[in-house]
C-alpha cells in the first residue's frame, strides 16, 4: 500500500509562485520515478515534469524555464518549484510515482492563477 500526499496548491496572482511538495509512504522499495502532471478542465492529463533517481529531469515545454522539480530520496518527497505562473497554468496538479512496475497518484491539488 503507496500513497503519496501533496501540499502547496491554492490561489496566485499571474507572475507569483507556488511550490508543491509530494510525499510518499507506505510500501517503498524502489521509486524509479516521481513526477508532475496537471489536468485543466476539458484538457487531458498531460506531464509537467518528471524526475528519475538518478535526478534526471524533463518537463513541458510550456514549462521550462519557469518550474523546477527535485526530489529528496532520503524523504522520498518530490517538488515542484513554480515560478512567473500565468493563468493557463491553472489546472489540478497531481503528483505520480512509478514503484517497481506499478503507478501510483496522488488525489491532486488545484492550482489557480487568476488576478
Known amino acids: 500500500q503507496v500513497q503519496l500526499v501533496e501540499s502547496g496548491g491554492g490561489l496566485v496572482q499571474p507572475g507569483g509562485s507556488l511550490r508543491l511538495s509530494c510525499a510518499a509512504s507506505?510500501?517503498?522499495?524502489?521509486?524509479?520515478?516521481m513526477g508532475w502532471y496537471r489536468q485543466a478542465p476539458g484538457k487531458q492529463r498531460e506531464l509537467v515534469a518528471a524526475i528519475t533517481s538518478g535526478s534526471s529531469t524533463n518537463y513541458a515545454d510550456s514549462v521550462k524555464g519557469r518550474f523546477t522539480i527535485s526530489r529528496d530520496n532520503a524523504k522520498n518527497t518530490v517538488y515542484l518549484q513554480m515560478n512567473s505562473l500565468k493563468p493557463e497554468d491553472t489546472a489540478v496538479y497531481y503528483c505520480?510515482?512509478?514503484?517497481?512496475?506499478?503507478?501510483?497518484w496522488g488525489q491532486g491539488t488545484q492550482v489557480t492563477v487568476s488576478s
Open positions: 507506505g510500501s517503498i522499495f524502489n521509486i524509479y520515478a
Open positions: 505520480n510515482a512509478q514503484i517497481a512496475t506499478d503507478y501510483y
